[in-house]
């Protein structure tokens, strides 16, 4: 099996589907790998690391396996594979590029938030006066965000929490945090994913929210639903009841945006409260990021390639959630059948 990894070109984008390690795995596997030159270069591995662990570096001819970062998907053949869309099983967890992702996104989210505020984080007691801890608020208890709360809490910020669904109130405590309550539905789907709220469970948020931003001091969104854009939770009058100095970090800029005044790659200021709006965080941490995503594939690849060839299962539940399925072609409408041609009776003469 030949297997391409080509230099990512998308913008804000560091990773590299392929790192030193995972290419040693995947010769294991029985496959030829090819690097394209430089792919590895943002995320701190080069060429000759690369070659040591046994890939070739070249271009893109006649390979039978293609692996990306963006888009997270796997090429083989005519089969494209969505890296996003790995169930939530307990098979495909060390598949699942979202939590490994996501992970590192959250945590990068507090150092980010931290690097730009101007007071410190934890209780600070000198002879000169105390220092108060930062107030933090993580909105979304998913893997992001329990992992935002859990470093802001090991930076001694006094952290709370908010999660529309229910079950995300225990995981929250453990971790030494306060979870924000609204009365009303549980937000949670089949899969274990926040879904669409109604506009009456919307109004409590907003309000509990309202009362918690204005004595926050830095406030981190995560919340996103698959397959859908980012919910709109913070509007231009709740970051107006945030102090001067304050700081708002949107990881779902990328699908929308959780903040209404969110942009894309940019730190924008308003009123005096800075938010930040890198759509990928986990690229920041592009060494880290890189391992993690690179294991994730070749654990999928290890479901795929027996004995160094193709065994491709479709009705295995990883395999057919991840398939991306074409459109069925539509059936040309058939063609018209020709008249017959009508034909002069022949006459007596």
């Known amino acids: 099996m030949k297997v391409f990894i080509p230099k990512e070109t998308a913008e804000f984008e560091s990773r590299v589907a392929a790192t030193p390690?995972?290419?040693?795995?995947?010769?294991?596997?029985?496959?030829?790998?090819?690097?394209?030159?430089?792919?590895?270069?943002?995320?701190?591995?080069?060429?000759?690391?690369y070659?040591?662990?046994?890939?070739?570096?070249?271009?893109k001819a006649g390979n039978d396996i293609i692996l990306q970062v963006s888009p997270a998907q796997i090429t083989i053949g005519k089969q494209k594979f969505d890296m996003l869309k790995v169930p939530r099983i307990t098979r495909a967890q060390s598949m699942d590029v979202l939590s490994s992702q996501a992970n590192l996104g959250g945590y990068r989210?507090?150092?980010?938030?931290?690097?730009?505020?101007?007071?410190?984080?934890?209780?600070?007691?000198?002879?000169?006066?105390?220092?108060?801890?930062?107030?933090?608020?993580?909105?979304?208890a998913?893997?992001?965000?329990?992992?935002?709360?859990?470093?802001?809490?090991?930076?001694?910020?006094?952290?709370?929490?908010?999660?529309?669904?229910?079950?995300?109130?225990?995981?929250v405590e453990s971790l030494g945090a306060k979870f924000i309550e609204v009365e009303g539905e549980d937000a949670e789907d089949k899969s274990g994913y926040?879904?669409?709220?109604?506009?009456?469970?919307?109004?409590?948020?907003?309000?509990?929210?309202?009362?918690?931003?204005?004595?926050?001091?830095?406030?981190?969104?995560?919340?996103?639903?698959?397959?859908?854009?980012?919910?709109?939770?913070?509007?231009?009058?709740?970051?107006?009841?945030?102090?001067?100095?304050?700081?708002?970090v949107d990881m779902a800029v990328g699908s929308g945006g959780n903040c209404e005044l969110s942009q894309v790659g940019k730190d924008v200021e308003h009123k005096g409260v800075l938010i930040l709006g890198h759509p990928n965080l986990p690229s920041k941490l592009a060494a880290a990021a890189s391992k993690l995503y690179a294991q994730n594939l070749v654990n999928f690849l290890g479901l795929v390639i027996k004995d160094g060839k193709l065994a491709i299962d479709e009705k295995d539940e990883i395999i057919a959630s991840t398939l991306v399925k074409?459109?069925?072609?539509?059936?040309?409408?058939?063609?018209?059948?020709s008249k017959p041609k009508a034909t002069k009776a022949k006459g007596k003469k």
């Not at 935002?148 to 995300?168: C, E, L, N």
């Not at 074409?326 to 063609?335: I, Q, Y």
């Open 21 to 49: 390690d995972s290419v040693q795995k995947l010769v294991a596997l029985g496959c030829k790998v090819t690097i394209e030159k430089d792919a590895g270069k943002a995320a701190g591995y080069s060429d000759a690391e």
């Open 51 to 59: 070659k040591k662990a046994g890939a070739a570096i070249g271009a």
């Open 109 to 140: 989210a507090v150092i980010d938030a931290l690097n730009v505020y101007s007071r410190a984080f934890p209780m600070m007691m000198t002879a000169a006066g105390t220092v108060t801890p930062a107030k933090v608020i993580i909105v979304g």
């Open 142 to 171: 998913g893997v992001a965000g329990l992992q935002a709360i859990a470093t802001a809490k090991r930076m001694g910020a006094i952290v709370s929490a908010f999660d529309v669904r229910a079950a995300a109130k225990e995981q």
């Open 194 to 248: 926040a879904k669409e709220v109604s506009a009456e469970y919307k109004k409590r948020q907003e309000q509990a929210l309202k009362d918690a931003m204005a004595k926050a001091d830095i406030v981190i969104t995560t919340a996103q639903i698959p397959g859908r854009p980012a919910p709109r939770i913070i509007s231009k009058d709740m970051v107006e009841l945030m102090k001067a100095g304050s700081v708002i």
């Open 326 to 337: 074409t459109e069925p072609e539509r059936e040309k409408p058939a063609a018209p059948k």
